[in-house]
């Protein structure tokens, strides 16, 4: 009973401590200049939302339309790479043609590809096929998504379809399906819930990368949320510090509704793929 | 796929087929499955080619030449080894941006797994809310690698606060730990170890594993907490502690996006935070030094390789597959 009691105690102690700088972030968007210097607490004195519409028209351009461009690119590539994964894993999953393990092992190899190291040739590939800057600037970020090149996720779904019975492909096939109408009427309707684990990360992800944003994005018209928020690093002054912490407040709310939604989903997807969050 | 293998209607009888046509027949639907798997195949096997390979070939070239992007591919120069001389012997920041690296991976890696490993030890125990903790802890994981969140590090770990407010409370006087060369980088780390969560939740599925058994047999034996931590659960974790390992050390090499915003994309103070990558995209970006760019990207491929490789062939020695293992 003790040694529970002080269990408890010390799971609460190190979530206080975990959950510390989310409350403090919190706390801080609604904090006055002033206040931001002398009160380091969490919970703000004089309450001060004016931060937010301060940090929404800090630069020329809105934050609602960094906000768009991000929500734009995270669809897309959610909508990628579905498609593109679900495809690809069924034929690594379910199919047998000739030369299956060898194009298998090499979609393990590509797991364990540093993606940084693609960056520069990749950019300029891009950029020879004139599709980088111009009036839609996004395709480099979005056109890799749909050629299944985030391998963690074919993996996944790999893993998925091979928990279901094969003997549901073959008693299809015996009734003269053929490997479109197997995937059509019985992979992808059992396959929901990798689908839908694969949605959710590939939002998240993106919603939250900024690498290859930083690289791609160049006009302030088209930045995404994560791009235009290191604008405010560039201006130091306290009186920016309020709309700074409002502004990255409110590029998490879409992550946060996502894990309070389908919390149980995204530890489970890590559990079957050790995927990382 | 084998004769016995293969789907046969049962409702029809099957007539006699001489050796020769069904040869031909099995070949037919051995060539209708390969064009089905190479069809449903043919997205990843592009990307493949021409988001993976050909860059990777392209940056090999590319390393062995001036090229900027200021100039068209066909004019860049030829320049053998210079950039790979430059890098060992005539770039200090690339020597720093190594040791940055490495320090990072070092200490941090085994830091978060530790954290890991404590927390989802204590969860296990716990009977009720272990959903809810367990989310809760994870949700670092899912929020820790944006830019808002290196921003909030930034403001944390700044001269006024809230790491020096809380030092003040117990009498302490703190720094700009971000602007000391000494401490900007273990504010990294400690963002790092910050997202324990993910490594977390995958010991919890390990742990829930080991047969309580073992436990209870050697409490009759004797054994105390931490004879039982060492010789049974560190033993039958040891694949899923492996398998941590290698993510989180490859996944540690890459850090950038908390190194760029917490330097505001300088590396500093000092070169104190200059991660590889963010050296790597200073060379390629900023200076469009992009052939010298690409040869740090293979140098940086080929370690990670090794690294990989030494991970998987120590691993034999003390990575534990009995029978009885963990799943």
Redesign the interface.
Known sequence: MRSKVV??S??IL??AI?????F??LG?SFKSPAE??SN??LVPHQFTPGNFAEGWHKFDVAFGRFFLNSAMVATLTVLGNTI??L??A???GR????L?GF?FA??IG?L??????????????F??LGLVGGDFPYLPLI??H????EAFF?FLMVQFMRGIPRELD?AA??DGA???SV?RHVILPLSRPALVTTAIFSF?WT??D??RQ??YLSQLKDYTA??A??L???STSESS?GP??AM??L??VP??L??VAF??L??EG??TS???? | MTMAQMPVRPTEPVPPVPAAHRRGRVARRRRREDLAGYLFLSPWLLGLLGITAIPMLLSLYLSFTDYSPLIPVTESNWVGLENYRRMFTADPSYWHAVRVTVIFAVIAVPLKLAAALGVAMLLNKTMRGIALFRGLFYLPSLLGGSVALAIVWRGMFSGDGAFNAFLSFFGLTGKAWINDPTWALPTLMLLAIWQFGAPMVIFLAGLKQVPTELYEASSVDGAGAWRKFFHITLPLLSPVIFFNLVLETIHGFQGFTSAFVISNGTGGPVDSTLMYTLHLYKAGFVDLNMGYASAMAWVFLLVVGLITVVLFSTGRFWVHYSDSEVR
């Not at chain 1, 975990?18 to 989310?22: E, M």
């Not at chain 1, 199919?95 to 000739?98: D, V």
């Not at chain 1, 050790?274 to 969050?277: A, I, P, R, T």
Request: hydrophobic share 65%; net charge positive.
């Open positions: 269990r408890l010390a799971l190190i979530l975990v959950l510390y700088p989310l403090w972030m801080t931001i210097a380091i607490g593109s994964c495809l690809a069924y034929a690594l199919l047998r043609f000739r299956r194009w090499l979609m590509t364990l590809l540093p993606g940084h190291v693609l960056i520069i040739p990749q950019y300029i590939l950029r020879t056109v890799p749909f050629l299944a090149t074919v073959e096939v015996i053929n490997p479109f995937f998240i919603w939250n900024f690498f930083l690289v994560p791009v928020l290191t405010f690093i560039d510090v700074m912490f990255s407040l590029s998490l992550v946060f996502f894990f919390q149980r995204l530890v890590i559990n050790g995927l990382k969050g």
